[in-house]
């Protein structure tokens, strides 16, 4: 129940469109009432030569006494009904998909935005493909159970409406098509009690298979590269098998349960049927009067099978919505503190002091790490694999936030600043550029939407990508599939450094941009990132130590520590760690050009 009440803020939007509906709804219940006194007045008065009733023979006046046009009227009149009747049903289902469609639209924008203020931690944890059946599908119950509602109240008001007509007309034939209420309530009890666990089981399958989809077509070059597709095939068809097998079962039961249903109201309809037929045989009942009481009999049992199956269906949105919402309660780890303020313009100062952090289920990645970088220094980030290089530059856009130890941006804890404000600071390349299956000139835009293409290619310019783009023949418009594959690696990172440019951020995170580039397309990159760098603070992650002798400050992490803090021509003198790293990476150059390494002596 309280899961149900959760859907009314999305429905609160269209309780107008809802009031209309449920007008409709009681309207069409009324003419359903009307239904069956047509075949009543048919069979008796028409057919049978039974006296007209006064009211309708003073309706109808002479028309009455001619069968003629008697019968043709009461035909007409049933057409008007039936015409009637559906006009309703087909105006009603229109409002009810605009108000379903328009809730499940509301619902699934909102997950969506949730999960996207939901911290790297928590993504980490997750797959993929569960998102996307939480977000695309699940979503859906959220105005599926509310549309359920009116129909069940439609069902409970025929199902009155016919039973008190029908007990009028006769008691005990009312009672008695009453008889088989308690067997529907045992059935929907047992359906709730065994099938609901096993419903929640395949939704967590076919989840998984859609991450096994996601994660196959991300890592296709890998797949074909090892010759794999075979196994992956194999892997999808058993889990598909697994799913297929679990859904299955669950349908056998609920055809089980439908057919129980069917049972039962068919069971109801022979004891009515065979009660009224001796009744007629006694002379105690008309043949119309039998075929009336037989039509709301059926006209009861409709609504009354609709509630049985509406329990299970409702039941199976009800885990849908569970698994909803329990995306949407999840609590967004990285979010504005209660007093954060936005940042308007940064100088660039950051300071680090004491910072530690761990990822779950793992030792400390960072231990009391601690530096101070002046506005505008060029800042160096270097340590062996697993240091916690791109962990450190991870905290400071708050992708993640320091279990222990402070961030401080212009002096500000940047857990004062408000998320949104503080990450506009930060420009970032990364060592993988990830570009959007979309053209390279909205790829750029990225970095401030509002751009105009004049900027869009002074950005390019800068960052020595407009000549290769414009010797595309789609040029800017040049759409680039997923993951930017029609580029080159080189070429996707100098779009992905444009998109920088045209942020124009105060503070750059360089994440090892050139490490998977060649020598000549390094020096292009890195002749375009010199240019950005420049009146701005930044932090340059790098394992090829030639690519930082200039910069103002090199830190040397390993194991979480900061181990080394100075310029190039401290750090080289001295016998540490950046020494000895320098010096490997020196005799593996002089290997590969066949030279004789020359090494930096110790003091």
């Known amino acids: 129940m309280k899961l149900a009440l959760r859907t009314l803020p999305y429905l609160r939007p269209y309780r107008r469109l809802l009031g209309l509906s449920s007008v409709i709804l009681v309207l069409d219940a009324m003419v359903d009432l009307a239904n069956p006194w047509v075949f009543k ?34 035909v007409t ?132 298979s859609l991450t096994m989809i996601q994660e196959a077509m991300s890592m296709l070059r890998v797949i074909i590269s090892f010759g794999r597709e075979s196994y992956e095939h194999q892997r999808f068809t058993e889990q598909g098998r697994r799913a297929v097998d679990a859904r299955v079962r669950v349908t056998v039961s609920q055809t089980l349960f439908t057919m129980a249903i069917n049972v039962i109201t068919a069971g109801g309809t022979a004891l009515v049927l065979g009660y009224g037929a001796f009744q007629v045989i006694e002379g105690r009942l008309t043949l119309g009067t039998l075929l009336i009481v037989m039509a709301y009999v059926a006209s009861v049992y409709n609504p009354l099978q609709a509630i049985a199956g509406a329990g299970g269906t409702i039941q199976e949105h009800l885990i849908n919505l569970k698994v909803a919402f329990g995306l949407l309660d999840t609590e967004a780890e990285i979010r504005d503190a209660p007093d954060a303020q936005p940042l308007e313009r940064t100088q660039g100062r950051v300071t680090f002091k004491d910072v530690s952090f761990t990822y779950p289920g793992r030792l400390e990645t960072l231990r009391n790490v601690t530096i101070d970088v002046e506005p505008g220094q060029v800042v160096a980030i270097v340590g062996p694999t697993g240091a916690g290089k791109t962990t450190l530059m991870s905290l400071l856009p708050r992708f993640y936030d320091p279990q222990d130890g402070r961030i401080l941006l212009d002096g500000i804890d940047i857990r004062k600043i408000t998320v949104k404000s503080l990450r506009q600071h930060f420009s970032v390349v990364l060592q993988e550029p990830l570009l959007f299956s979309a053209s390279i000139a909205e790829n750029i835009r990225y970095g401030r939407l509002d751009a105009s293409m004049e900027e869009v290619v002074a950005a390019a310019e800068a960052a020595n990508s407009h000549e290769f783009i414009s010797g595309l023949p789609d040029g800017y418009e040049t759409i680039l599939g997923e993951r930017g594959s029609r580029l080159s690696g080189g070429e996707r990172q100098r779009v992905a450094v444009a998109r920088a440019f045209l942020k124009d951020a105060p503070i750059l995170i360089l994440d090892e941009p050139t490490s998977s580039v060649d020598s000549r397309t390094e020096g292009v990159i890195l002749d375009a990132l010199d ?54 990476q020196v005799r593996q150059r002089a290997a590969r050009e066949g030279r004789r390494p020359r090494v930096t002596p110790l003091p």
């Open 41 to 74: 007045i048919l069979i008796d008065h028409v057919i049978g030569g039974q006296p007209t009733p006064p009211e309708l023979a003073a309706l109808l006046g002479p028309i009455a006494q001619d069968q003629g046009l008697f019968l043709v009227v009461i």
């Open 77 to 208: 009149a049933g057409l008007v009904v039936a015409i009637i009747n559906n006009g309703l049903t087909v105006w009603n289902s229109y409002l009810q998909t605009k108000i379903e469609q328009g809730m499940i639209l509301r619902f699934r924008s909102q997950l969506f935005e949730h999960a996207q203020r939901l911290s790297l931690t928590f993504h980490d944890r997750q797959r993929t493909g569960d998102f996307m059946y939480r977000i695309n599908y699940s979503s859906a119950a959220v105005g599926e159970i509310p549309m359920m509602v009116p129909q069940l109240a439609q069902a409970i008001i025929t199902l009155i409406g016919m039973f008190i007509v029908t007990y009028l007309i006769d008691p005990t034939l009312a009672l008695l098509s009453m008889t088989i209420a308690p067997f529907l309530w045992f059935s929907i009890r047992r359906y709730a009690t065994h099938v609901q666990p096993r419903l929640e089981h395949v939704r967590s399958m076919e989840g998984h």
């Open 531 to 584: 240019r950005l760098m420049v009146g701005r603070t930044t932090f340059m992650i790098a394992h090829r130590l030639s690519t930082v002798r200039h910069a103002d400050l090199i830190v040397v992490l390993d194991h979480g520590r900061v181990v080394e803090q100075g310029d190039h021509e401290t750090l080289i003198v001295q016998s540490g760690l950046y020494h000895k790293m320098h010096d490997a």
